[in-house]
């Protein structure tokens, strides 16, 4: 079996034993979001920690891409200032929009 069956597994039966023990869907929505977004964040510095070491091992490197192509950036906002003054930024300026974020109702 191969590690991503073998979590998949694992959050599974997890699952299923919560179910089985308090059989509320909600908390089971709940908990198996909590489980996987530790999940995400321990694979995150494991692989962080696996690439450094492969590279202190001598079995990869970091290196830049030689046909790399930089792309225009547009200026920051105190860049733009600086350049072109207060007023002219106030006069091209864009707000950003509210995003919707995930949150539990009940």
Not at 19 to 47: N, P, Y
Not at 55 to 78: C, H, M, Q, W
Request: glycine share 2%; hydrophobic share 40%; with cysteine.
């Amino acid at each position: 079996m191969n590690i991503q069956n073998t979590i998949r597994a694992y959050i599974n039966s997890e699952i299923d034993a919560w179910v089985t023990d308090h059989g509320d869907i909600a908390e089971v929505m709940r908990a198996e979001i909590a489980a996987l977004e530790e999940l995400k964040r321990a694979c995150e510095v494991k692989i962080r920690v696996s690439q450094q070491l492969a590279i202190e091992e001598g079995y990869a490197a970091k290196r830049v891409d030689p046909n790399f192509k930089p792309s225009e950036l547009a200026p920051t906002k105190d860049m733009y200032i600086e350049l072109h003054g207060q007023a002219a930024f106030d006069k091209v300026k864009r707000l950003s929009q509210p995003q919707p974020k995930f949150t539990w109702i009940a």
